[in-house]
């Protein structure tokens, strides 16, 4: 009996544990999701995203990711943008995309062709008002479908 109580003890607390990790299942799952990409996000991108907008636009010939200050006198934020957007510019360029991957806990739509293709891609950094903008260009089909995954990605990811 003692067996059998230990038994029943064990199957209930691996259920358990089994449908706290089932996400598909999880009525939270896109609250709970949204909140551990902002968590990421601040940590990688070194600003908050309660005070930034991020702005992803598919255009012809690739696309832009744009971060702006909610407050234009939150010379902090701005400067941390700017930072960080040129710095991804510069590692979107050498097909290195760590910071989206560590932002969203699993490589990005589109980053692995993005990656592959980093010579036919242009990533130019540039300060706008409040913030930064990357502008990715290309000429090639491949990568610019590749681009668009990306930015569909983001925002499905950040609701933007």
Do not use: W
Request: glycine share 6%.
């Amino acid at each position: 009996m003692k067996s059998l109580c230990i038994i029943a003890t064990l199957l209930l607390a691996s259920a358990a544990a089994a449908a706290e990790h089932d996400h598909a299942n999880c009525p939270m799952h896109a609250a709970h999701h949204k909140a551990d990409v902002d968590r990421r996000g601040d940590d990688v991108m070194g600003f908050s995203h309660e005070k930034t907008k991020h702005t992803f636009t598919s255009y012809d010939d690739g696309g832009a990711i744009e971060v702006r200050a909610l407050d234009a006198n939150d010379a902090d934020s701005i400067a941390m943008i700017r930072k960080h957007l040129d710095a991804v510019a510069k590692d979107f360029t050498a097909g290195n995309f760590a910071k989206p991957e560590a932002i969203h806990a699993t490589s990005p739509d589109g980053a692995a062709v993005m990656a592959a293709k980093k010579a036919l891609i242009r990533y130019q950094y540039s300060d706008i008002e409040n913030g930064g903008r990357v502008r990715i260009t290309t000429k090639d089909p491949a990568a610019i479908a590749a681009v668009h995954d990306f930015l569909k990605f983001q925002i499905a990811e950040h609701g933007e």
